[in-house]
């Protein structure tokens, strides 16, 4: 497909979508990139936490990591529908710490299970603790495109 000048893949469907090598979450534009060979091959709209300029410094600081990670485990039933664990804190998070709590608990996560399988076009508040929410139809995708392991790089 021709937009613009530029080539542009045909969307793929949800079963069609292979396994992603990786995962880029661009937090000012507010969007989860699942990539092939440097190729994305979905998109999604994101929230991050309720203080998303900068990187986590400390648990309960409401802010998203910044950094490279990986997807190193996974939760089927939580109150947020799924969620992958991200591997937050590295050692450079530590540092930036200053010995103090870090916390660990960031997750890819869907909405609260209440609003059921939908997906906002874009969110209007950021409303996580730090971890990065999606839509419920959203987190079924990543999770199926993913394998524990694969790295995710979130940048600012």
Same mark, same amino acid.
């Given at each position: 497909m021709l937009i613009g000048g530029a080539v542009m893949a045909t969307p793929l469907a949800p079963d069609e979508l292979p396994k992603a090598d990786r995962i880029v979450v661009w937090k000012a534009k507010r969007e #989860? &990139?699942?990539? !092939? $060979?440097?190729? !994305? %091959?979905? +998109?999604? =709209? %994101? +929230? #991050? @936490?309720?203080? =998303? $300029? @900068? =990187? $986590?410094?400390?648990k309960g600081d409401g802010r998203t990591p910044e950094g490279v990670y990986v997807i190193d485990r996974r939760l089927r039933q939580t109150e947020y529908h799924r969620a992958l664990h991200i591997s937050y804190p590295n050692p450079a &998070?530590?540092?930036r710490a200053k010995g103090g709590d870090t916390g660990g608990d960031i997750f890819i996560h869907g909405m609260p299970r209440a609003f059921g399988r939908k997906d906002p076009v874009r969110f209007f508040t950021d409303w996580t603790n730090g971890c990065i929410g999606v839509g419920n139809i959203a987190i079924e995708e990543i999770w199926n495109a993913v394998d524990d @392991? /694969? /790295? %995710?790089?979130i940048r600012p």
């Open positions: #989860l &990139d699942l990539m !092939v $060979k440097g190729i !994305v %091959i979905r +998109a999604y =709209p %994101i +929230a #991050l @936490g309720s203080h =998303p $300029k @900068g =990187p $986590k410094r400390l &998070d530590r540092l @392991g /694969t /790295t %995710i790089e």
